[in-house]
């Protein structure tokens, strides 16, 4: 047993026996007011996280999308990364398994969610179509790591595959725009 993993199970089972003395319903309660409050916490924040994130990009010159696309996960995915972190700090099998399992998951569904809603203002909105190369890049990234997922087991060089797929799906975008020509 690795040193502080018997302190992390602990902290664990105090965590899930707080819960406990809980009833169904006033679980439910809880957890629909901790979604409440994030919701709340997210709609006052993420406009001025918009606006910092536009003036960083006028600031040094760069494309508010390439900017999104390194700043914004980062953010957004904090919370992932974090208890992905915890889990592979205990070096375990099991661990290491449940880190790549939520940053898996955490990845296709954020690629997914952000497809679906961008593609529905896009057509409901009757909005112009400029973004085939980075719409592509999307898909394709998300199909390669949905493949990566459906495997049992994954390799240190599967990893670091995946995740050069950051640094390549942002070259791809710029290839696609200034090699090819798409939109």
Same mark, same amino acid.
Request: net charge negative; glycine share 6%.
């Given at each position: ?67 999104? @696309? +390194?700043?914004?996960? $980062? ?6 990364? %974090? &208890?992905? /972190?915890?889990?592979?700090?205990? *070096? ?62 994954? @390799? +240190?060089?599967?990893? $670091? ?6 640094? %390549? &799906?942002? /070259?791809?975008?710029?290839?696609? *725009? ?6």
């Amino acid at each position: 047993e690795k040193a502080g993993e018997g302190d992390d199970e602990d902290d664990c089972e105090e965590e899930e026996e707080q819960f406990f003395h809980l009833s169904e319903r006033q679980l439910l309660g809880k957890a629909l007011l901790l979604l409440l409050a994030g919701t709340a916490v997210v709609t006052v924040f993420s406009d001025p996280m918009v606006d910092v994130i536009s003036a960083f990009g006028e600031k040094i010159g760069v494309s508010p999308f390439y900017i999104s @696309f +390194v700043v914004t996960p $980062l953010a957004s995915n904090a919370s992932e990364v %974090l &208890s992905g /972190l915890i889990f592979a700090k205990k *070096e375990t099998k099991d661990g290491l398994s449940l880190c790549l399992s939520s940053l898996h998951g955490a990845a296709t569904m954020n690629h997914t969610l952000s497809l679906c809603i961008f593609m529905s203002l896009v057509y409901f909105r009757q909005l112009s179509w400029s973004f085939s190369a980075e719409v592509l890049t999307t898909v394709i990234v998300t199909m390669i790591v949905a493949y990566h997922a459906r495997k049992t087991t994954i @390799f +240190v060089w599967q990893g $670091l595959g995946v995740l050069s797929l950051y640094p %390549l &799906s942002i /070259l791809f975008v710029f290839i696609c *725009e200034n090699v090819f020509g798409l939109d």
